[in-house]
């Protein structure tokens, strides 16, 4: 039970109060023993008996006295409170610096598999010796937006034309160099997949802006069909000859995921490093004790390094590799993924799509508004009254108002609106329903 001295510490956190409750006080004091305090009075009180009982009096009228302005405080804040407009948020209603993890497809509408696959027909016939960007749909009808692009990159510039006339400048060379620079560490100059170099690569780079902060490691599969490459000649394997590959004797499609579900990451100047591996989102790495290694995985690059030399085994690109030739291998990257997309399927008959979700860290505010049964069950709306004395529009509101909680603004200490937070659907508010209301400030 709080003492005497705690109750009026509490009282005196009212203004006006505590002044009430001590002279409230003293005259219970002065009533319950006239003699004390009196000038002149000789009045003592010589039983130890006499001063327990008028102790045990005084606190007993504090105590009722307390009660009452309590019950008053709290009537005028009950009374306040009808007609209130803005709520003061009190300790504990604001949770500020959350953090969770986001993902959200990657492609356009937030999809997190691509099935259709279109080249861009503005692109300059020099920008696809570099690369080719890759779009949703037809890249000039409306909505379409570039998805990712492919290239394909050699460090002694096999498989491409000098540019200008200039010897060892070519296209694949300056490609191989520029992942080459973004991704290795700075004494390195060739890839490592599976342990093994390699001179000859194939890059999928997914658009930054959809990429958010990072790709999401563990839902990233991509998927290449058999190419053609086995019935031409390497130099040969090039433009309308590179097709898919629906022969008899036709190798199956590669399905390829990154191997963060039994591996962690390395990590170095691009961040995190995981390999590409044989296997799919469904069912995990294909024999992980043993992993069929294809490639290097850059989550917070966006970018997914493929081996060209593997490629070449497994489904037969036949990259070409001569000097000073318009190998076009880009484009091999292009109809394998695509072609996958378009006419092969899984075990459950879902098209063996390109699979990407981006991934960031949002931080967020939790505002707790709660709304309690004597709030908020009048409105300023012009509907909720009639007349020019402004009497209640419904007969059945003027004991039991009802009002529909739509919108929730967060002010600043000027009552200038900074937020405004909508609710999924109305909520019916009054004098006999309460509402807890969770805004979640995103950042």
Request: proline share 3%; hydrophobic share 35%; no cysteine.
């Amino acid at each position: 039970m709080p003492t005497l001295s705690e109750i009026l510490n509490e009282l005196n956190s009212t203004s006006g109060v505590a002044g009430a409750a001590s002279r409230a006080l003293a005259s219970a004091r002065a009533s319950a023993n006239p003699g004390v305090g009196q000038a002149g009075g000789a009045a003592t009180v010589a039983a130890t008996g006499t001063d327990l009982t008028l102790e045990v009096e005084l606190d007993r009228r504090a105590r009722a006295l307390a009660d009452e302005i309590i019950r008053q405080r709290d009537a005028a804040a009950r009374l306040a409170s009808f007609g209130r407009i803005f709520t003061q948020f009190q300790e504990g209603d604001v949770v500020a610096n959350q953090q969770e993890t986001v993902t959200k497809g990657i492609f356009s509408g937030d999809i997190g598999s691509l099935t259709t696959f279109f080249s861009s027909s503005t692109q300059t016939s020099t920008q696809k010796r570099y690369y080719y960007e890759v779009f949703q749909s037809a890249s000039t009808a409306v909505g379409a937006a570039p998805q990712f692009a492919v290239s394909y990159g050699h460090r002694l510039g096999s498989g491409s034309a000098d540019e200008g006339g200039q010897v060892n400048d070519t296209p694949t060379k300056a490609i191989y160099s520029q992942y080459r620079l973004i991704l290795l560490e700075p004494n390195d100059e060739k890839f490592s997949i599976g342990g093994v170099d390699t001179d000859e690569i194939y890059i999928i780079n997914f658009n930054r802006a959809r990429m958010r902060e990072r790709l999401d490691e563990g839902n990233i599969e991509i998927n290449i069909a058999p190419l053609s490459g086995s019935g031409f000649t390497n130099l040969t394997h090039t433009g309308s000859n590179v097709r898919i590959d629906f022969s008899a004797g036709a190798k199956k499609p590669v399905r390829l995921i990154d191997d963060s579900s039994i591996a962690n990451a390395t990590v170095g100047q691009s961040g995190k490093k995981y390999n590409i591996v044989s296997g799919s989102i469904e069912y995990g790495v294909h024999n992980s004790s043993a992993p069929h290694y294809y490639g290097l995985l850059y989550p917070q690059m966006g970018i997914a390094i493929l081996d060209a030399n593997r490629l070449d085994l497994s489904s037969s690109f036949n990259t070409v590799t001569g000097s000073e030739v318009a190998g076009d291998n880009a484009f091999k990257l292009f109809v394998a993924m695509s072609g996958a997309a378009a006419t092969f399927t899984d075990a459950s008959g879902d098209k063996l799509a390109l699979a990407a979700r981006n991934s960031e860290q949002v931080k967020s505010t939790h505002y707790f508004v709660r709304v309690k049964n004597g709030e908020y069950n009048f409105s300023n709306n012009p509907t909720f009254v009639t007349g020019s004395n402004g009497d209640i529009n419904q007969p059945t509101f003027i004991k039991d108002p009802k009002t529909y909680v739509t919108t929730v603004g967060l002010y600043n200490d000027r009552q200038e609106m900074l937020a405004v937070a909508k609710l999924s659907k109305p909520l019916l508010k009054s004098f006999t329903r309460e509402a807890l209301i969770k805004v979640k400030l995103d950042f």
